[in-house]
Structure formats: C-alpha cells, structure tokens
C-alpha cells in the first residue's frame, strides 16, 4: 500500500490531464494541484513568436510549478495529506528542448537540475495519450484562444516528445507505477464506466499494489 498518495496526470496539450485530476480529486478526496496557464503572461506572446518569448514563458512555468511543489511537500510528506496534480515537473524539460535555443537550454536545464534537486517526487503517475486529431479536437472544443495559434507540426512534436519522455522516465523510474490510459478510445469525461474503470485500476495501485497499467 502507498502511503500518501502523491499522483501526477500528464500528456500531451489538449488531452484531458485537468478534467482527469478533477475527477480523482473529488473521488479520493485529495488535495487538486492544478498548474497556472491562463496566468503565464508571455504565453499568447509565445505561441505567435515561439523563438522570441520561449525563454520567458519556460521560466515562468518552471518557477510557478517549483513553488506548487514545495507548497504542497510539507502535506505529503509530514502530514500525509494526499496529492493529485495535473502535470509532472519532468514536462518543462519536454517544451524546453523543443523550444529554447542550444545556449538557452543550457542554462535553463541547470536552473531546472538545482530547483528539482530535493522535490518530492510522485508516487503513481497517469500518462494519457491521443492522436494529433484527437487533440486538437479537444483543444477546440475548450475555447483558449492563444490555443489555436498552436500550429499543428508543434503539437504533433510535442504528442511524439511526450512518448520518448515517458518510456525514459519508465526506465530511469522502475519503482513508480506508470498507468497508462488511450485517449482515442477511453473517455472519462462522457463515459462514466471508463472512468470508473480508472478509479478501480488506481484502487490496486494505491491500495493492493497490483494492477494493469494500460488501457486501449
């Protein structure tokens, strides 16, 4: 059995990491940590002029998440209040190596390896994973308007990034349990058994430390 439940929901743009982290915070009852978006300043800047404002919005995001995180380590860690976030830290160095110059994302990397040097790290971690369609789809249908400036080469690297980060972080993480989840054919927003399918899945992880990690 887990002790404190620390779960973090990534993938890709789009895909549904919030609506699922919702979801299980409300279930469990655990503590919500949601990432900041809409407050980024530079984004709308960023996805008209990637190149020109990549090194601003990267370090809002990263300095943002740092502060979420040690926030709540006090909860997990000393009062064994149970977390679920919508994102992993490890996905600025998914959009920093995508976007930032050589010379930019050296530093950046640095900055990113002495800010995350003693987080807490989650326990049980949720990929979700979509085709470029279904994404964008999703991205529509949510209504951000600096979102469709987001061309579509950028989210299909971004969808391909999020594959090779993900099979990374199962190597270099053996002991964190990794559920992954199809989002081209499970839908826990308008299908409640598929999400109740999720909630018994976690109820293995968390509790009998057995599972089947992957839906399809």
Known sequence: MIQTPFIAVEGPIGVGK????????AH?????????VDENPF???????????????EMFFLCNRF??????????????????????????????????????????VKIYQILTENMIQPNVVIYLSASLGT????????????????EEQYLQQINADYEDYIRKFELEHPEIPVLRIDGNQVDF?????DLRNIFSTLDQILYKEKATREFS
């Not at 919030?18 to 915070?25: C, D, E, G, N």
């Not at 976030?85 to 050296?106: C, G, P, V, W």
């Open 67 to 108: 502060k979420q995180l040690e926030d709540i380590q006090d909860a997990c860690l000393s009062k064994s209040k149970p977390v679920v976030a919508d994102y992993h830290i490890m996905k600025n160095l998914i959009f920093a190596s995508r976007t930032l110059s050589a010379s930019q994302h050296e530093k950046y």
């Open 18 to 25: 919030t609506s699922l982290a919702q979801a299980i915070s």
């Open 43 to 57: 984004l709308s800047h960023f996805y008209e002029d990637i190149t020109g404002w990549s090194f601003q919005t």
């Open 189 to 193: 927003v308008g299908k409640p058994q």
């Open 135 to 150: 994404l964008q789809q999703r991205i529509s249908r949510r209504g951000r308007a600096f979102e469709t400036l987001i």
């Open 28 to 36: 469990y009852q655990f503590k919500l940590l949601k990432e900041i």
